[in-house]
């Protein structure tokens, strides 16, 4: 690890992601479903948009592709990941993101970062859990200077109490990872190693509940490239919501929504005896803490807002009855439950099927699929029907319904694709770039790969198979992925408006 990281982990890059989240649609969703007013991008309305720690500048480069008119500053630390983010930039076309080199704890000697205009959003992935204090402080001036009046902000982190019982696993992998030689990707393996040595001598830490194996055997199939930075960090440090809120509020900007829209309604969250608790308070961090207390989560998205505007349950109720919702999945893929916390939210397939069935036709406004005439269940809760349908992957809110698939869209695809096949599994979940909903859609890398081919008129799993050279030994197992493309993935693509 260099010594100019300061104790962030410089010495490999990190790996390529894409999160709904980080959308400006699902920021301002959320915060309408918070009870705050904020308005929905829409067609080609001018946004502003920064993103701190955007690693190699992936999510950022999907939005800028599907939002050409859109104007998007992405910042991070580590010299390599911005010069492979101006690259991949330039070889995909786009002119309307720009990456930015910037140490946060001292941004302001950045020229570029001193004359930005105030963002109507921000979002932050991640990073603030595994920054020094030094770099926090100077994201909270950036945001106080930056953030205008009535703009969002999301913030992901690392949370408390959740990873409470796991804390020990992050600080072994880190101890024993530093008493040997090579990498941070080589340490963070040799420190995985000794954990599970650890669970199988039955060490206390591991004994008081599944939450520490659950962990490890989910590091053990993680990116390696995520292990080093997240366990290999000198700073790693998970946080209580109401401290990230308290620390934030210095830039004038409120919590007021959880960016996973199904984690604002208590009762999908929690139980009976566990709400009586929650609605003792009136202080919604109040209230967020004691959800952190009852669900085992150790990541939260966060919404934050630079001077809250309140509506009422009726503001809200006709703000969402004008979202329009675009199917991004096959109608019968719709489940018959989502897993919550609080239980499986049974969906009622006489209520939701005939919506998505809607759906797969045009996207919709949600006050008109309310009124569709054969629906069986409640008309007036937009907010619960929003959530569900994109807790269950359904749907995504669509910034320009009808639209025609973007050029600048299209060609990051390709580019994307090219850059990714062969470094990255076939299966692995990647952003498609999508002008219509303007917010990226999550899809098999393997299907932005055959989305050129299908283009071309090879619509065929044999022609399909020749078209990506798939070798002998791998043709088993690349054509049972190439069917699930062709019958799953690409038609929910092409019904978005992808290609």
């Known amino acids: 690890m260099s010594e100019w990281g300061g104790g962030y982990v410089t ?11 980080q959308s400006p649609a699902m920021m301002a969703l959320a915060s309408i479903i918070g009870g705050a007013s904020a308005t929905i991008p829409a067609g080609d309305d001018p946004v502003l948009l920064l993103e701190l720690g955007c690693g190699f500048g992936y ?22 990941h911005i010069a492979t983010a101006r690259e991949w930039a330039a070889e995909a076309g786009l002119t309307n993101v720009t990456f930015v080199e910037a140490d946060f704890a001292r941004w302001e000697d950045s020229p570029v970062l001193r004359d930005l205009p105030e963002m109507d959003f921000v979002t932050m992935h991640g990073i603030w859990s595994w920054i020094p204090p030094a770099a926090q402080t100077g994201i909270v001036r950036l945001l106080g200077q930056k953030v205008r009046p009535g703009g969002l902000v999301h913030l992901s982190y690392n949370t408390l109490p959740g990873w409470q019982e796991r804390i020990g696993v992050a600080r072994v992998i880190r101890e024993a990872g530093q008493r040997v030689a090579g990498r941070s990707d080589v340490q963070a393996r ?15 830490f591991a004994t008081s509940g599944s939450s520490v194996t659950n962990l490890v055997n989910t590091l053990e199939d993680a990116n390696v490239h995520y292990l080093a930075h997240e366990f290999m960090n000198a700073h790693w440090a998970p946080c209580f919501v109401t401290d990230v809120a308290a620390a934030l509020s210095e830039a004038k900007l409120e919590w007021i929504a959880a960016g996973n829209l199904p984690d604002n309604f ?33 990541l939260r998205h966060d919404v934050f807002v630079r001077g809250a505007r309140r509506i009422n349950l009726s503001e809200r109720a006709a703000a969402l009855m004008d979202v329009h919702l675009t199917l991004v999945k096959r109608p019968d893929d719709l489940p018959d439950a989502v897993n919550m916390p609080a239980g499986r939210a049974e969906l009622n397939k006489e209520f939701y099927q005939p919506i998505v069935t809607a759906l797969s036709t045009r996207p919709g406004r949600v006050g008109d699929l309310l009124r569709l005439p054969n629906l069986v269940g409640r008309r007036d809760n937009p907010a619960e029907l929003i959530s569900i349908l994109i807790a269950a992957d359904m749907v995504e809110p669509t910034s320009r319904p009808m639209t025609a698939p973007g050029v600048e869209a299209m060609r990051f695809n390709t580019v994307s694709a090219r850059r990714l096949m062969g470094k990255e599994s076939p299966n692995r979940p990647v952003a498609a770039a999508c002008r219509p909903t303007g917010i990226p859609l999550v899809t098999p890398l393997l299907a932005l790969a055959l989305v050129d081919f299908v283009r071309a008129g090879i619509t065929d799993v044999d022609g399909l198979m020749r078209a990506m050279n798939t070798s002998a030994d791998q043709e088993a197992d690349a054509r049972t992925s190439v069917e699930a493309c062709l019958h799953r993935f690409l038609p929910a693509l092409k019904n978005a408006g992808v290609y």
């Open 190 to 204: 040799a420190g995985l190693r000794v954990v599970k040595d650890l669970i199988a001598a039955q060490a206390h």
């Open 266 to 298: 208590p009762e999908l969250m929690l139980t009976e005896p566990q709400r009586e608790i929650f609605n003792r308070y009136s202080d919604p961090l109040m209230q967020e803490l004691i959800k952190d207390m009852c669900l085992p989560r150790s």
């Open 59 to 80: 999510g950022a480069m999907a939005l800028a592709a599907s939002n050409p008119t859109w104007n998007i500053t992405a910042v991070d630390f580590n010299p390599a």
């Open 11 to 21: 010495d490999i890059t990190y790996s390529v992601g894409w999160y709904r989240q």
